[in-house]
């Protein structure tokens, strides 16, 4: 699905149970007519 994801550790202890996840989705768009399979 074109997600990337990461988890980092609390600012104040990296032992902490807590923790920050991270997503970023990257911009997509289909290609024009011309230029997908099948050339329809």
Known sequence: ???ES???DHEE???Q???TLL???LYWT???P???PGGA
Request: hydrophobic share 35%; proline share 14%.
């Open 6 to 8: 990461q988890i980092v």
């Open 17 to 19: 149970r807590e923790k």
């Open 1 to 3: 699905m074109r997600w």
């Open 34 to 36: 011309s230029q997908r």
């Open 30 to 32: 289909a290609p024009p």
């Open 13 to 15: 202890r990296p032992f």
């Open 23 to 25: 997503l970023s989705k």
